[in-house]
Structures are given as structure tokens and as C-alpha cells.
């Protein structure tokens, strides 16, 4: 719909002439494709007689001298980014220890560990500029509950070249092939202000005065003084450890694990759209979204990945783990989606902080094959309980190996992923299972296994902020951000350079 037109269609409902109309702003696009006749939603404001409003207000960062107060950052995913710009914009210079490569070296390492199956552990998918995010798909959306001032994150990704769209599409998107660029513009905003972004620097343990938190020690002998904010994300287990050691206070933390599914994506469109065969040329490659309910457990469909590909994103060798993302045109041929189950740390048997994370470890220590290829079956094979003669093309760069994935998962979540098949086909008038469809495994690292406990002011002690996924307390892209973003605004507070 041209924007001609919508004027012309306000115009029309205001009973305003069209030339009285100078301004109009997108508020809310989504799709609502229930029906058999697709309707595109679009919320518009209209102005006449004022001027719009920017679309954002562009945050302005003051120049930090290497005398202001200083905060150290451990980790720059999306929490540790966001910290440091809010860090940043209230005065304090942040200082980011980060163990892995700036993004386009990144880059390389990922395409070697696709090309050849060679995994640097310190960068890869989980670990380096950017953190798990950097490659993530881009959805800026998430199902967690988690509140905060979402419309800045945004505006923030706006500002250093996310397409202007996220800030009005229901179901905002970025793109693996865009995430780098506006990361490397983010570190740049903080380096040009007075911040510092350390590659290679490898936190090994935090400092301590007294009770306090007072610092980092890197791997390399150097350590940073300042209160910390610890956004590792939920892959660096090392970090688990070193906290533990000394003493600081972890618990397990319930999660969800299964299996990628992958469907060619015309398929998705035929079922989601009510089209037989291509899909209108207006409307974008679709999604979907499944839960339901089966032995007392959660089964959902999990940061599903249209025209996206599935990736090795394990940051250990030994340990399998798959993940999906897609490019910003999301034009690739097949669609993804994690299907995962239920894991409440209750039905485990020992209690202790690791106990969920060591759970995870066997599944995908039981998943790893060399070179990271990785056990798969149709999705018909799986529901019948038969090794598939034959496995179709993919978008897993690996090799697969064809396999009776009951004998991969636990048997709790196997069942439970045949009884959510089964009522997601049931809801799709069985389209959904299918000969050409692929389940590869597994799907492990859906949130943290472990919680850095934290009290009502975000901090454990005082000088420890522990922050974004890896703390346990956030879930993908925007939810880190913003707890990113808190964990810098309490320090700010605490210490007295926010008043
Ligand atoms: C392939 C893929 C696709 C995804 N798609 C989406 C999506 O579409 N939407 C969404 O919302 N979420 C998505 N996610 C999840 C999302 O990326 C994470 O939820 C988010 O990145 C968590 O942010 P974080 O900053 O808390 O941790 P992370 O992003 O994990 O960042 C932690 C950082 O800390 C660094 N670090 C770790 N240990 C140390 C140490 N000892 N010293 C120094 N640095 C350290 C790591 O190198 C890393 O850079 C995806 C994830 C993957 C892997």
C-alpha cells in the first residue's frame, strides 16, 4: 500500500481534503492472516496544521574524560552494549572486557566452523563482539514478561542504522546480515565518547575489597577497577565457575530444550496464508507460533526463523548445539523454528547450581558428532519411531547423520515433542507434519541453566551487578538489553553518579 494511498484513505475518514494533511506517522503494522482473506493492520497518525514530531529523539552523548567515574563491563552482547551506552549517557565511562573477536573476525571464525567444522572457542556463535545476539536472527521481539523502556532499545538500534520500521512493526525484525554493521557503530559511539571495548580480554575472576566487588582480572594477568556489571551470557560456564569458587551465590534455573524443525518455507506460507501456491508478493515469508500443554508440560515452538537457516552454535568442542537466524530479506528457501519442552529443575534429581546445566551438557555431549554434524530425522520418521531411509536437503551447513532421535533426547522430551506435533498438525489440519519436514538436534541453549542470585537492587554484594541472559534473569535480544540498561542505571544510583 502506497503512501498515497493511505493518505488518501485518512483524508477520506477525517473528512479532511488531502492537501490539509502534512505529516503522517506509522504507529503499528502487523498482519493478520487468521482468515482466508490476509488483511495488513496499519495504526497511522495524521497531522494537519503542526509539524510531526521526529520519529525518535536521537540520544546525545557526552565526551568522558579518562578522569570521570568508570564502571567495568564483562561481556558485550546486547546487555553489555546497552549497559554501556546507558553507562555512557549518564556520565560513566564504561570499560568492556569482552574474551572474543571484534564482529568481522567474528565472521570468519563462524563461516571457517560452517565451511569445515572447525570451532574456535573463543569465537563463535556465543562468544565475541556482539555476543550471542550478533548473529542472532533479529527478532525484537520475546515472550518474556520483562518491562522496560522497549521503545528506546529500539530507538538506540534506529540510531545506529536498524531500519526504521522496527519501531512500528508488530513483529520487529533486523537480520543476521545487518546485526554486525549497527554493533560496530554501537562500540564505535562508545569508543568515540571515551568508553574503551577490549577484545581478547577474558575475565577470570572478580576483584574483591572486603565485601565489596572492586574489579576484574583477565586472563591475560591485566585486571580493571570499578564496580562490575557481569553480562556473560548464559554459554560462559567458566564464569559459573570462577563465581562459585569464590563464593558468590548461584541457584539452577528451569529451561526448555528440543530439537530445530525445519519446513520448506513456501509450506509455512501455504498453511499460514490459506494460498496453495506462492504466496502474495506484498506479504512477507510467514511465521508461526505453537504452544500447547501435554503430561503437565509446556511444548512451544521457539525464535522461529522464516527463509532462515539453521547454525552449529555450540561454543565447545564435544558439546552439539543448533540455533536458527535469518537475513533481513528472510528470502532463503527454508523456514525454522526451535520446538521445545519444558525442563523444570525440580525433576532433577540433585539440587545443586549445576545441576540443570550438567542435564543440558549430556544431551549435547550425547549429540555431538565430529565436525559438528548433526543427528537428525523427518518429521513423519520421528512421529512413526523409525530411522529415516533418507534425510532431505538442508540449511544446516554440516553433514547430518540419520538417526532414531528417541535415542538422543531425553525420553521425557521426546514423548513430549511427538504429543505436541501431533496437536500442532492437528491444528494446522495435519499440514504441518510432514515427509519433507526435519528435525535436527538439539536445541539446548533456550535460556540460562544457571541464576546469579541478585537482590531487589539487581546486585549480589555491593559492586556486583549481574546482568542480561547469563544472570538468568532476561531472555533474547531486547529483554538483555533492558535489563542491561537497569543493571547500569542501579549502579549509577548506588554510587552516587546518578542522582
Ligand atoms: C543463532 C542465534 C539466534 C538468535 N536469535 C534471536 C532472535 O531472533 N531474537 C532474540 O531476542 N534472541 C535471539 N537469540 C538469543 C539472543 O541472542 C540472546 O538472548 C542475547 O544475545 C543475550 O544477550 P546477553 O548480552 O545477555 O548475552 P550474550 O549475547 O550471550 O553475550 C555475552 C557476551 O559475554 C562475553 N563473555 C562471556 N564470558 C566472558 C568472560 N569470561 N570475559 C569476557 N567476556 C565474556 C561473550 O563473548 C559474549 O559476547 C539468538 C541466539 C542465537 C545464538
Known amino acids: 500500500m502506497s503512501t498515497e494511498s493511505v493518505l488518501r484513505a485518512a483524508g477520506r475518514r477525517l473528512r479532511i481534503p488531502q492537501d490539509a494533511i502534512n505529516g503522517m506517522r506509522i504507529m503499528r503494522r502487523s498482519i493478520d492472516a487468521r482468515r482466508k482473506d490476509v488483511r495488513i493492520s496499519l495504526s497511522v497518525r495524521i497531522y494537519s496544521g503542526e509539524v510531526p514530531p521526529p520519529l525518535f529523539r536521537r540520544i546525545a552523548f ?39 573477536k571484534e564482529v568481522h573476525e567474528r565472521l570468519k571464525d563462524t563461516g571457517r566452523l560452517s565451511r569445515e567444522g572447525i570451532l574456535d572457542p573463543e569465537s563463535n556463535y556465543a562468544f565475541g563482539e556482539g555476543g550471542a545476539g550478533a548473529f542472532s536472527d533479529g527478532k525484537l521481539y520475546t515472550r518474556s514478561s520483562k518491562r522496560g523502556d522497549v521503545p528506546r532499545i529500539l530507538a538506540l538500534l534506529v540510531q545506529h542504522g536498524a531500519d526504521e520500521s522496527i519501531l512500528w512493526e508488530s513483529h520487529p525484525h533486523i537480520g543476521s546480515d545487518r546485526l554486525p554493521y549497527i554493533i560496530e557503530r554501537m562500540r564505535r559511539t562508545i569508543e568515540e565518547h571515551g568508553g ?100 503437565g508440560r509446556g511444548i512451544y515452538s521457539f525464535c522461529m526463523c522464516p527463509g532462515g537457516m539453521i547454525v552449529p552454535a555450540s561454543s565447545e568442542e564435544g558439546l552439539m548445539v543448533v540455533n536458527g537466524m535469518s537475513p533481513s530479506s528472510r528470502g532463503g528457501y527454508w523456514a525454522n523454528s526451535g520446538m521445545i519442552v519444558e525442563v523444570r529443575k525440580e525433576e532433577l534429581p540433585d539440587p545443586d547450581p549445576f545441576a540443570m546445566l550438567r542435564y543440558i551438557e549430556n544431551v549435547e555431549r550425547r549429540c555431538f558428532f565430529p565436525g559438528f554434524a548433526a543427528p537428525a530425522q523427518r518429521m513423519d520418521d520421528f512421529i512413526e519411531g523409525r530411522v529415516s531411509s533418507s534425510l532431505p536437503d538442508t540449511s544446516y551447513p554440516r553433514p547430518l547423520e540419520s538417526v532414531l ?37 538439539p536445541e539446548t541453549r533456550t535460556s540460562s541453566t544457571v541464576r546469579i542470585l541478585r537482590d531487589s537492587g539487581m546486585k549480589q554484594g555491593r559492586g556486583l551487578y549481574p546482568a542480561g541472559e547469563g544472570a538468568g534473569y532476561a531472555g533474547g535480544i531486547v529483554s538483555a538489553a533492558v535489563d542491561g540498561t537497569e543493571a547500569a542505571l542501579r549502579l549509577g544510583g548506588d554510587y552516587g553518579y546518578i542522582v
Not at 64 to 74: I, Q
Not at 218 to 229: E, N, W
Not at 409 to 436: E, K, Q, W, Y
Open 62 to 100: 557526552p565526551h568522558l574524560e579518562p578522569s570521570s567515574p568508570s564502571a567495568v563491563v564483562v561481556g558485550f552482547g546486547p546487555a553489555g552494549i546497552f549497559a554501556a551506552l546507558t553507562l555512557l549517557e549518564n556520565g560513566i565511562r564504561p570499560v568492556v572486557l569482552e574474551r572474543g
Open 196 to 295: 574503551s571495548v577490549l577484545f581478547g580480554k577474558k575475565a577470570v575472576r572478580l576483584l574483591r575489597r572486603g565485601d565489596e566487588t572492586s574489579g576484574v582480572e583477565c586472563s591475560d594477568g591485566s585486571s580493571y577497577s570499578g564496580p562490575v556489571i557481569l553480562a556473560a551470557g548464559h554459554s560462559a560456564k567458566d564464569v559459573y565457575s570462577f563465581l562459585s569458587a569464590s563464593g558468590y551465590s548461584l541457584e539452577a534455573k528451569s529451561t526448555a530444550i528440543g530439537v530445530r524443525l525445519e519446513h520448506p518455507q513456501a509450506l509455512i506460507d501455504s498453511i499460514q496464508y490459506h494460498c496453495g501456491g506462492e504466496r502474495n508478493p506484498f506479504l512477507p515469508p510467514s511465521s508461526y507460533s505453537f504452544v500447547t500443554q501435554a503430561g
Open 405 to 441: 532421535m528417541d535415542d538422543f533426547l531425553p525420553p521425557s522430551v521426546s514423548a513430549s515433542l511427538r504429543d505436541g506435533f501431533t496437536a500442532f498438525g492437528r491444528m494446522t489440519g495435519g499440514r504441518f507434519i510432514t515427509h519433507d519436514a526435519l528435525l535436527i538436534a
